[in-house]
């Protein structure tokens, strides 16, 4: 393998980069990105005061095979003196809130909080987890995470509690996103064990073997929920750019938008606005439909699939205020569909990371998400909704929800168009369908990134890394 390209710079084409410069089977990756920086939807401000606030993800779960993978990464970038953890023992990991019927209340935790009538629920959680044990298994190949919580823990729990994590998740309808693609863990705990609860408990099927560096073994020992870094989550991408710089086998390319891809006889040909690049291989982590429009009419099927991945814009707004102002403590709140639609829900930043407050005077930091499936709701059409609208209706949500009076001393809002791809029903059957394709025309093209296997930071990585290893044949 001489040339590897690696079509779009966000943390999955990084990832990729870093996978495959880190192999002698390969002589040359080029990493092509249309806009003029790296790093995709991980995005901070790091205001000369010393405060940051994100505009995409902000805190890096540190569990599972994939988590322990991104931390044995950022083991090797030299990053371990900027983690900035959260353990489970954190007020922002015990204290999250749902926002209903006009008031705030704390989720349930705990044998006491699952024993005990908790608004807006009208019975014990409990009764919900003894019900689902004796619930039979589905038997479709897919269903909408609503049918499926519906189903196995009722009505009223699928409405407001999975309602709600699928907003501040996916930015998504839980009426129309699968579950088997969403939450896979779930959908195949029911699947090998008939219990959603059992398959917890005793293991859903295997998962990847990824052994646990320093960092993990030290984020199990402190027990992290989450975790970010002292300059915001951004860094992680400008190390792995300086890395891949500094290998000398990556030529990183930005303002270099793909045109149209190609096969030749022996490889692909790419055209960029200013020539042609030559590759034995793509490995593409650009968003689906991008993909589509610059791939050949000879992959009509391919491109059909691809057209078929829809995705959601989410309004961003960073706010902060003059001293502490939350009349509560945790990570945040969200709200179902049910009560508004405009607004996702509300983080509250500088609960789960004071250490990106300004080191001068006490603020409070928070985040208004808006849209997403709803994005009509916040303000009217693309076209139409302006940033002042925006901030105007995040103001009134922290005013509402929070009974905040004052007037913010710092905004921020970004619109990030198209930012989450939505696994709608049936989503790993096209998903499956693309890759029999490009395997049964023997096409040298490996799909990475949130478009197919899963939107976290760590699932993006982590495609990246599984990419890199087919290609080559090995672990790298």
């Not at 298994?137 to 009223?156: A, N, P, V």
């Not at 949130?450 to 495609?463: C, K, L, R, W």
Request: with cysteine; glycine share 8%; net charge neutral.
């Amino acid at each position: 393998m001489k040339t590897v390209a690696v079509l779009g710079g966000g943390i999955a084409g990084l990832a990729a980069s870093y996978y495959l410069c880190r192999s002698p089977q390969v002589t040359k990756v080029i990493l092509l990105e249309s806009s003029s920086r790296v790093g995709g939807w991980l995005s901070s401000t790091r205001r000369p005061d010393g405060a940051v606030f994100e505009h995409g993800p902000r805190g890096i779960r540190p569990a599972g095979a994939v988590g322990r993978n991104t931390l044995n990464m950022v083991d090797d970038l030299g990053l371990q003196d900027e983690i900035v953890p959260v353990s489970y023992s954190h007020v922002a990991s015990k204290n999250r809130y749902l926002y209903v019927n006009k008031k705030l209340h704390k989720m349930p935790s705990g044998i006491r909080g699952l024993l005990q009538t908790v608004p807006p629920f009208s019975r014990p959680l409990l009764f919900n987890l003894v019900k689902e044990i004796l619930v039979k298994k589905g038997q479709e190949d897919d269903e909408t995470i609503h049918s499926f919580f519906c189903r196995r823990l009722g009505k009223e729990f699928a409405d407001i509690a999975v309602d709600s994590l699928c907003r501040g998740v996916f930015a998504g309808d839980c009426r129309k996103l699968s579950v088997r693609s969403c939450f896979p863990l779930l959908y195949n705990a029911e699947q090998r064990r008939g219990s959603v609860l059992l398959g917890m408990m005793l293991g859903s099927g295997p998962s990847p073997v990824v052994p646990p560096g320093p960092l993990a073994l030290r984020s199990v020992k402190e027990s992290w929920a989450q975790w970010s870094l002292r300059r915001g989550v951004e860094s992680l991408p400008e190390s792995i750019a300086e890395l891949l710089q500094r290998s000398g086998k990556v030529e990183l390319h930005t303002d270099a938008p793909v045109k149209e891809i190609h096969p030749s006889a022996s490889d692909w040909k790419i055209r960029l606005e200013d020539g042609l690049i030559s590759a034995d291989h793509i490995i593409s982590a650009l968003p689906a439909k991008a993909l589509s429009s610059v791939l050949p009419s000879s992959c009509l099927p391919l491109t059909q699939r691809l057209m078929e991945i829809e995705t959601v814009t989410v309004a961003v707004v960073n706010l902060e205020y003059e001293g502490s102002v939350l009349p509560v403590e945790g990570f945040g709140h969200l709200l179902p569909s049910s009560e508004d639609q405009a607004v996702l829900g509300v983080v509250y930043d500088s609960v789960a990371f004071p250490q990106h407050n300004r080191p001068t005077g006490e603020t409070t930091r928070l985040t208004v998400m808006m849209g997403g499936a709803w994005f009509h709701r916040a303000g009217g059409s693309l076209g139409a909704v302006t940033q002042g609208d925006l901030l105007s209706r995040a103001t009134e949500a922290v005013r509402d929800h929070l009974d905040v009076t004052a007037a913010p001393i710092w905004s921020h809002v970004e619109i990030q168009k198209d930012c989450i791809p939505q696994y709608y029903e049936g989503h790993a059957q096209r998903v499956e369908s693309m890759r029999n394709f490009i395997k049964k025309e023997n096409l040298p093209l490996s799909l990475i990134g949130s478009s197919y296997d899963g939107v976290s930071v760590n699932d993006v990585i982590f495609s990246g890394r599984t990419a890199a290893e087919e290609l080559l044949g090995a672990q790298v």
